[in-house]
């Protein structure tokens, strides 16, 4: 069946510095969802990508789907302490069949 | 704003009991999901559902099963608890758009121990 993957698995950054997650799909997908989930709590929906190539910002974060539509980025610009957590991306290999989670990447960030 | 309540935070039981967490959601979606969290493994899918009295088994349903009667609640059932479903639960919702995308909607999970 399908799978998502992603790398890294854990990353420690100090403040100020930048960090990428990568994402891998072992089928087309019809869309890619990033999710965050801060310590202690749940997972929260951040963003969806629908286009091959699709680029999209939310502030210090950017969003890349591939031109394949089988691989995704999530870039933070100057990490801050706030943005710590583990971030899932997600995905359908079609509309209206369930997401299938990668891993996550667990963020840690210190002052 | 989805408000998707999940009955206990955390819930402490015995190897054998009969355990039923709960989740209710109030934005009349019509999907469920049922998740399991474990350290190193992600978030793995147990039951799902797309209908009222409608499931389907996720990647992981050996040990549980699931009760859907009526659209807001969709319960999870572990017949008889064992150590290794100790675990963080968490119940999901969503609903598809007119193109069959959908975003899910995460309560805020039960920590669920069992000795």
Not at chain 1, 16 to 31: A, I, P, R, V
Not at chain 1, 65 to 82: D, R, V, W
Not at chain 2, 31 to 42: A, I, S, T, V
Not at chain 2, 98 to 106: I, P, R, V
Request: glycine letters at 8%; proline letters at 4%.
């Amino acid at each position: 069946g399908q799978q998502v993957m992603q790398i890294p698995q854990y990353q420690h950054v100090q403040e100020g510095e930048d960090f990428t997650t990568y994402c891998n799909s072992s089928t087309t997908l019809s869309n890619i969802q990033w999710y965050k989930q801060r310590p202690g709590g749940h997972p929260v929906f951040l963003i969806q990508l629908v286009k091959s190539g699709e680029v999209k910002k939310q502030k210090r974060l950017t969003f890349q789907f591939g031109e394949a539509k089988k691989n995704s980025s999530l870039h933070i610009t100057a990490t801050q302490t706030t943005d710590v957590g583990t971030y899932f991306c997600a995905g359908p290999e079609s509309g209206y069949s369930t997401l299938t989670f990668g891993k996550g990447t667990m963020l840690l960030v210190s002052p | 704003d989805v408000k998707v309540t999940q009955s206990s935070r955390y819930l402490v039981k015995r190897t054998g009991e009969k355990v039923f967490l709960e989740c209710v959601q109030d934005m009349d979606h019509e999907n469920m999901f049922w998740y399991r969290q474990d350290p190193g493994l992600g978030l793995r899918l147990i039951y799902f559902s797309y209908d009222v009295k409608m499931k389907e088994k996720g990647d992981i349903p050996e040990g549980y099963s699931v009760s859907r009667e009526k659209k807001e609640r969709f319960s999870l059932i572990l017949e008889s608890a064992s150590t290794n479903q100790t675990s963080m639960y968490l119940c999901a919702s969503s609903l598809w758009d007119a193109s069959g995308k959908e975003t899910q909607y995460f309560g805020p999970g039960t920590r669920l121990l069992v000795l």
